[in-house]
């Protein structure tokens, strides 16, 4: 055995290291083998452990701290290009769409709009038995979204508005399948 490579056990105790290092920074089993796979093979071409430096475990764990590190910053670039480009396409809009299209759209919008208004209407009369889910409704129209606000503004247990909801929705449910 070479006295500059490390044995099989410092492999083994240097890849579990490593292996836990890099699925606690990516969170993904795939990446973290990616990243180990490139960090054993620089090991063995253009970073080369000296076991005077220190234990291979502690060499390997900087490698891959290294690779990740230089990735994420690799990543910044990109997604501050993408999001340039998304507000450019926000605010000054790459291409236009025809007329046509255009008014299409605006159609289908005012009439999903419509089935939208029909079936709350529907919905509001079909809860109307239910005090607290007519007053989810009514507080969901007046802005509240929050199941706590809701409940503090009904004056009833957050329970009561959770269960609410379910019902809201097993009753939408049946008027949207409803011909």
Known sequence: ???????????REAYVAAMRLAMAITRSKQRAEEVLQDAFER??????????????????????RSLLSNAH???????EARAHEGFHDEV????????????IEHAEAAERQMDAATA??????????NPVASGVLRSRAEGLH??????????????QVYRANEFLKLQLKKIQEAP
């Open 1 to 11: 055995m070479d006295p500059e490579s490390p044995s099989k056990e410092e492999v």
């Open 43 to 64: 090991q063995l071409t253009t970073r080369r452990w000296d076991r005077c430096k220190g234990p291979y475990d502690a060499f390997m764990l900087g490698v891959v």
């Open 73 to 79: 910053r690799s990543a910044v670039p990109r997604k």
């Open 92 to 103: 000054a809009g790459r291409k236009t769409e025809s007329y046509e299209h255009q008014t």
């Open 120 to 129: 709350l209407e529907r919905l509001t009369a079909a809860v109307a038995g």
């Open 146 to 159: 929050k199941a706590g606000d809701i409940a503090a503004a009904l004056g009833v247990p957050v329970e």
